[in-house]
């Protein structure tokens, strides 16, 4: 089993509509979590930390959930400049806090 | 403060050559990671280091490959007798600390010919 796991997709979503997805970890002593967007040829960008009570920055709201050991990122209001691929992270003691990094999960907005 | 950069950003060797992939990560920060990533793949981790220390190299391959991040000086990446297989981007990131979040450089597109 991986120990970060997320639907690779592709998300074919409308624009304008809201879409949200999950990812899963395996190590239950994880500690830090972040969303990273990458575009296509291009670097992975930080997109937001994940904080255990929920953060949101404008239309992307991120959630944890210790209990289930998921982490969720929900955009509202979907662009077409948000397609990309959308990265999750972790990091733990027991990886020497070295950050692990799922597949990431293809999103495609269409006008 | 400068974000984390990487050189050359395209980098042509001829089979056999030796490749060097710089990366200078962000002002302050002590934590290096190095990721390769070939078209329509995910990252694939290679090595991480904090200075002057390889933390975890699991990722790279036995042979032909090095990785360094010495007190002075940028974190570089070495291929030796490079293979048409090892054509892919090369990708740095560096971080404040352990947890912290990592901020990636552009990236060295090396193509093997």
């Known amino acids: 089993r991986k120990e970060v796991e997320q639907d690779p997709g592709p998300f074919n979503v409308p624009e304008g509509a809201t879409v949200a997805f999950n990812c899963t970890y395996s190590n239950s002593a994880s500690q830090s979590f972040f969303w990273y967007r990458q575009d296509c040829r291009k670097e992975p960008k930080l997109l937001m930390s994940v904080y255990s009570s929920g953060n949101e920055d404008g239309r992307f709201t991120a959630q944890l959930n210790r209990a289930s050991q998921y982490i969720s990122l929900l955009i509202r209001d979907s662009k077409l400049s948000d397609s990309a691929t959308y990265l999750c992270?972790?990091?733990?003691?027991?990886?020497?806090?070295?950050?692990?990094w799922g597949a990431g999960t293809k999103l495609i907005i269409k006008p | 403060n400068a974000g984390v950069m990487q050189n050359p950003r395209h980098l042509v060797r001829r089979r056999g050559q030796e490749a060097r992939l710089r990366c200078s990560p962000m002002?302050?920060?002590?934590?290096v990671y190095w990721y390769r990533q070939l078209p329509e793949e995910g990252l694939k981790f290679m090595v991480y280091?904090?200075?002057?220390?390889?933390?975890?190299e699991s990722g790279m391959p036995k042979e032909r490959f090095s990785a360094e991040f010495p007190k002075e000086g940028p974190s570089i990446l070495r291929i030796q007798q490079v293979v048409r297989g090892d054509s892919a981007a090369y990708f740095c990131a560096s971080s404040l600390g352990v947890m912290a979040e990592a901020f990636f450089g552009q990236g060295t597109r090396l193509t093997v010919v």
């Open positions: 992270v972790t990091s733990n003691m027991d990886s020497n806090y070295q950050l692990i």
């Open positions: 280091l904090q200075k002057e220390n390889i933390i975890d």
């Open positions: 002002k302050g920060h002590s934590h």
